[in-house]
């Protein structure tokens, strides 16, 4: 149930894209402002992480799902600018190829993660 919820979330967000895309283009936002905040929104996640995992210990998390909000900020944003850069595809048929593209992503991530276990385990490193 909780991956049907992330997938209808991921394509109530494209919808919403659509909906600002005349907004944000009268505000002179173009996907390179997007990107940028994307970058900044990254950079907030990463920060998130570290006071969640302790190796920042100055600062602390405004709440215990932080890098969770944060990562959804870059979510959001990197949505938009895919959204923007297929003007002419409706939110559905980004949708499933977002889904497509993150389905097989997933796939090699986790084959290059075991690979590199494997190998450690072996006392081996390849390039």
Same mark, same amino acid.
């Given at each position: 149930?909780?991956?049907?919820?992330?997938?209808?979330?991921?394509?109530?967000?494209?919808?919403?894209?659509?909906?600002?895309?005349?907004?944000?283009?009268?505000?002179?936002?173009?996907?390179?402002?997007?990107?940028?905040? !994307?970058? #900044?929104?990254?950079?907030? =996640?990463?920060?998130?992480?570290?006071? *969640?995992?302790?190796?920042?210990? @100055?600062?602390?998390?405004?709440?215990?799902?932080?890098?969770i909000d944060e990562a959804a900020?870059?979510?959001?944003?990197?949505?938009?600018?895919?959204?923007?850069?297929?003007?002419?595809?409706? !939110?559905? #048929?980004?949708?499933?190829? =977002?889904?497509?593209?993150?389905?097989? *992503?997933c796939e090699k991530w986790v @084959?290059k993660v075991e690979k590199e276990?494997?190998?450690?385990?072996?006392?081996?490193?390849?390039?």
């Amino acid at each position: 149930m909780g991956e049907m919820f992330g997938r209808e979330a991921i394509y109530e967000m494209l919808k919403e894209s659509r909906r600002i895309q005349s907004m944000a283009e009268a505000n002179d936002w173009e996907i390179a402002d997007i990107i940028a905040k !994307a970058t #900044e929104e990254l950079g907030e =996640f990463a920060t998130a992480v570290q006071v *969640k995992s302790g190796k920042i210990k @100055n600062k602390i998390n405004e709440h215990e799902y932080a890098p969770i909000d944060e990562a959804a900020d870059v979510t959001i944003c990197i949505l938009d600018a895919v959204a923007r850069l297929y003007p002419e595809k409706p !939110a559905s #048929e980004i949708y499933c190829l =977002f889904l497509y593209w993150m389905s097989r *992503k997933c796939e090699k991530w986790v @084959n290059k993660v075991e690979k590199e276990y494997k190998e450690s385990l072996n006392g081996t490193e390849e390039s």
